[in-house]
């Protein structure tokens, strides 16, 4: 796919990341840009490929524009901004009162995609993304990594659609539509995989953390999750039954969280203590 060339000239920044910047056009509020930083071609353009699959299997996300490149030599992704929306994280931050709605609506939202049949030729299986990631991870001992591969390898196989990266934050809407957004990590699997990160977000991760990212204290994120269970499970399903299931799935994060961090992470992988 050949990169459409664009100015800069026509954009503000607007924010960034760990992989690039992220601009608003400056005359149309409909369009957002995403560059990734110097010396990065492929990966903008795997991610603009995989955002259009991703579109037309159907699953709510905003439709992808076009691959570009910027007069300095810098790739990215043109979007169509959704006007309007909030995601769940920030929602749930500015009306707690409303906490059961938006758990409730997320929940929905996450049981249509993980109910989404897959061509398993075009994407990913998430088993093989996480063996990638464990064999690259230099703090497990041998013995651990045995022990990690064989509890994904254990785990029932699914053909249906995988975030990825699925945290309430990473869900929008704007009226009565819903969208998934940030979908680069979006491949096939056990939904259990993918519900391990909402766990992480909501209950593991620190409330230093939780603060700056979600914009709430942890005790409304872990209420967030209490009233996500039921709605997502059903009533029948209590919220220590359901974290006694997905805790080594939330423990499995752990690769991704060293290989970004560069360090072993202790307090993530103390999730994995029924796996190791």
């Given amino acids: 796919m050949e990169a459409l060339k664009i100015s800069l000239d026509d954009y503000v920044l607007s924010g960034g ?19 990734y930083f110097p010396g990065k071609i492929r990966q903008p353009l795997d991610e603009m490929l995989l955002a259009r699959k991703v579109y037309d ?56 995609l993980h109910a989404t049949k897959v061509d398993t030729t075009q994407f990913e299986n998430v088993k093989e993304r996480y063996y990638r990631l464990l064999a690259e991870n230099p703090f497990f001992s041998t013995a651990e990594k045995d022990k990690i591969g064989k509890f994904i390898a254990d785990t029932p196989d699914e053909d ?19 969208y998934f957004i940030d979908l680069g990590d979006f491949c096939y699997g056990n939904h259990l995989f993918d519900l391990g990160m909402v766990y992480v977000c909501c209950c593991l991760s620190e409330e230093a953390f939780i603060k ?7 005790s409304l994120s872990v209420k967030f999750w209490q009233s996500f269970v039921p709605a997502y499970f059903g009533e029948g399903t209590t919220v220590a039954e359901a974290e006694e299931l997905i805790r080594p799935y939330a423990g499995l994060k752990t690769i991704i969280i060293e290989r970004d961090t560069r360090r072993p992470m202790p307090e993530f992988r103390a999730a994995l203590t029924s796996v190791l």
Avoid: W
């Fill in 17 to 35: 990341g760990a992989n690039g910047e992220s601009y608003d056009h400056k005359s149309d509020p409909s369009v957002m840009l995403k560059l």
């Fill in 57 to 112: 299997l159907g699953i709510p996300t905003p439709e992808p524009g076009e691959y570009v490149v910027t007069e300095d030599g810098r790739y990215g992704i043109r979007f169509h901004r959704i006007l309007g929306k909030k995601s769940y994280s920030r929602a749930t931050a500015d009306e707690p009162e409303k906490l059961d709605r938006f758990a409730a609506e997320f929940a929905q939202m996450c049981l249509k």
């Fill in 160 to 178: 249906t659609a995988i975030h990825g990266d699925l945290q309430f934050s990473n869900a929008i809407f704007a009226g009565d539509k819903r």
């Fill in 212 to 218: 700056e990212t979600f914009h709430m204290p942890k």
